[in-house]
């Protein structure tokens, strides 16, 4: 089976989607990906592979996707939002964080 989510584009022109939407970060997300060494796809990847881990009731279009690596659990948080500058349906990433594995 072919993953839904996929890079697009060639250069500096690539694109993440998931979903059929692409994948863009928030600042305060770009932080967070970079102070751990992520990348879009591995958000991507997270989005596909990973379980759902709501902490809690989330609003509609709203998702909360945790995956196992390397001993910890590394968790992403998306919103289905309007680009501001494209005017298209994207995934906002909100939040990315790592946290101690659960047993």
């Known amino acids: 089976m ?3 989510y996929v890079m697009v584009g060639d250069g500096m022109d690539m694109e993440t989607k ?3 939407l692409a994948i863009v ?7 967070e990906l970079y102070k ?3 990348t879009l ?15 809690g009731r989330r609003k509609k279009d709203v998702y909360e996707k945790c995956i196992c690596w ?23 990433i909100v939040h990315a964080g790592i946290f101690a594995g659960r047993k």
């Open 2 to 4: 072919s993953p839904t």
């Open 36 to 38: 751990y060494g992520m």
């Open 18 to 20: 998931w979903q059929g």
């Open 70 to 92: 390397g001993g910890k659990t590394v968790k992403v948080v998306v919103v289905r939002t309007q680009g501001i500058f494209s005017g298209r349906d994207e995934w906002a």
């Open 41 to 55: 796809g591995d958000v991507g990847y997270i989005l596909e592979e990973g379980y759902d881990c709501n902490s």
């Open 25 to 31: 970060p928030t600042r305060s997300a770009m932080n």
